[in-house]
């Protein structure tokens, strides 16, 4: 006898939403993990949920396109003076607002502004936004003001033009600043009031006028981060120095002036010192007006650093030892010259004992196999180490010698950066000319054989040089258990045989790769 089909028992009350019953600081709070926009949008699902949007502790807005302020036909034709980021205006204004509307009567906990290009037509509304966060604010609050998009990278972007001897200085040395691909906007003038709220715990400031009072409280601000901040002067070691619970510092691209921040000025040079401050984290990005830091690192387990190869008394780190967890180290520049190298293994040596490696050179480290660097130092305790920039001769030859000093190593990334001539031609290898067969040497690299347990390549796109650096890790590779493949866009019969061919050269049958 045939069976009907199972059917569901009718709601008869018992069912209900468990979720509705929460209460609305609670509701408040679930939606506080979705972007703003969406999290308006799901309060206004249902009726219950209307004023839940109360509760939501979390504004942020991130303005992504910037507009041009060299158009000055906008400036001259308009009617009123008011700025070209109105949209992005209203739609702060529009939550902050709906709080309002809804029972909020505190300020939220997180409140994040960040402008593609602030204009001085936006002050009025910058004032009272923070008047209303800094004077309602509850126990704690995070202020992101970033008011200015802006990319750093490296100041040549051609190829270099290197001489037959990798030892040479042949090339003229690049400057040691850099380029920050972004948009000069206005200075915006911070309020007294900010410097003496109690309840910050973290400051990110971007294009802002730092002229702070006399008098500064912020005793218990934890996070503070400093982007294209023009004049600096004795500023900021005051703000520094007014932080006592200060565990994460950033500076990046601090003490310019020149437009477009591509010369920094030398008489806006400055010094910072942190020895009364136990710091956690230390970051300074391009900031090449810096003469000294003088850090106490007994408690410092992240350091990132990007600039040019500092001279020794740059950096004054005192009380590092092998606490140091994760270390990044990016140069400016078309590479680290002959006379650099002892400064860069003075720098390699305060980070022995570091447990994560990111190295960001122009060209993948191959200035590191030259013979005149003298010896890559030790790194036991060595993870995970990432390795960025373009790929040359004396990659694969800078690479084996890290790993040679690195016997720990259980994860490897290659960042491949597209080189001179991929910037400019979208042409990917040929089926023809991937059927080539590759020839490496062989190498006996100890971590490789018998501790490389995850691969990753970021942009292979199948040149010989990269398909040389992919064969060489995946044939030596013995106890590998999972590598990922991350390929740029680009036309799918030819992702797919270098898929095979990389699966090919996989020494390590069950290892999972993910492409």
């Known amino acids: 006898m045939a069976t009907s089909p199972h059917v569901e028992p009718p709601c008869d009350g018992g069912c209900r939403d468990r979720l509705s019953d929460l209460p609305d600081g609670v509701l408040g709070t679930i939606l506080s993990f979705l972007p703003t926009k969406e999290a308006a949008r799901a309060a206004a699902l249902a009726r219950r949920w209307r004023r839940t949007f109360a509760g939501v502790d979390t504004i942020s807005f991130v303005q992504r396109e910037a507009h ?18 109105g949209d992005f205006i209203d ?139 023009r004049r600096l002067g004795t500023n900021i070691q005051r703000l520094v120095s007014s932080c006592p619970r200060l565990i994460d510092l950033t500076l990046e691209r601090c003490g310019e002036e020149a437009k477009c921040f591509k010369t920094p000025a030398p008489d806006h040079s400055y010094t910072i010192t942190v020895l009364d401050r136990h710091l956690r984290r230390f970051a300074i990005r391009c900031c090449h007006n810096l003469v000294r830091a003088s850090i106490d690192a007994s408690e410092l387990r992240e350091i990132d650093y990007r600039g040019a190869v500092p001279s020794e008394s740059l950096l004054d780190l005192r009380g590092v030892d092998k606490k140091i967890f994760s270390c990044s180290i990016g140069f400016c520049g078309k590479k680290v010259y002959k006379g650099e190298f002892p400064r860069f293994r003075n720098l390699l040596d305060k980070f022995t004992g570091t447990r994560h490696l990111h190295l960001d050179s122009t060209h993948l480290g191959s200035d590191l196999g030259s013979k005149s660097f003298a010896g890559f130092p030790s790194l036991p305790n ?134």
Request: charged share 25%; hydrophobic share 40%; net charge positive.
């Open 382 to 515: 060595l993870a995970r180490l990432e390795l960025s920039g373009y790929l040359r001769i004396g990659s694969i030859e800078a690479m084996t010698r890290i790993l040679d000093q690195a016997p720990s190593v259980e994860v490897l990334s290659l960042f491949l950066k597209p080189t001179y001539q991929e910037r400019f031609e979208t042409d990917w290898p040929s089926l023809h000319g991937l059927r080539v067969e590759i020839v490496v040497r062989d190498i006996s690299v100890s971590c490789l054989r018998n501790r490389v347990r995850c691969i990753n390549l970021v942009n292979y796109q199948g040149h010989k040089a990269r398909r040389k650096v992919a064969k060489l890790l995946f044939c030596n590779a013995l106890v590998l258990e999972q590598g990922c493949v991350v390929f740029p866009r680009g036309p799918h019969d030819v992702q797919l045989e270098l898929k095979n061919e990389i699966e090919g050269w996989v020494v390590n049958k069950s290892a999972k790769i993910v492409f």
């Open 91 to 229: 739609e702060v204004n529009a939550a902050l607002l709906c709080r309002r509307r809804c029972g909020g009567h505190a300020a939220p906990r997180v409140f994040c502004v960040n402008f593609g290009r602030y204009d001085c037509w936006d002050r009025p509304m910058l004032d009272r936004w923070l008047y209303y966060v800094l004077n309602r604010s509850a126990r704690e609050l995070h202020l992101d003001l970033r008011l200015q998009h802006a990319l750093v990278g490296e100041r040549y972007l051609g190829e270099p033009r290197y001489s037959d001897d990798a030892d040479s200085d042949a090339d003229f040395p690049a400057s040691s600043e850099c380029n920050a691909y972004g948009y000069e906007a206005h200075e915006y003038k911070l309020p007294r009031r900010l410097f003496s709220c109690a309840a910050i715990r973290t400051l990110c400031l971007g294009a802002c006028s730092l002229q702070p009072p006399e008098l500064i409280a912020l005793p218990f601000l934890e996070t503070l981060v400093l982007r294209n901040i």
């Open 68 to 85: 041009d302020n060299e158009n000055y036909t906008f400036m001259k034709e308009a009617l009123e003076r008011r700025s070209r980021n």
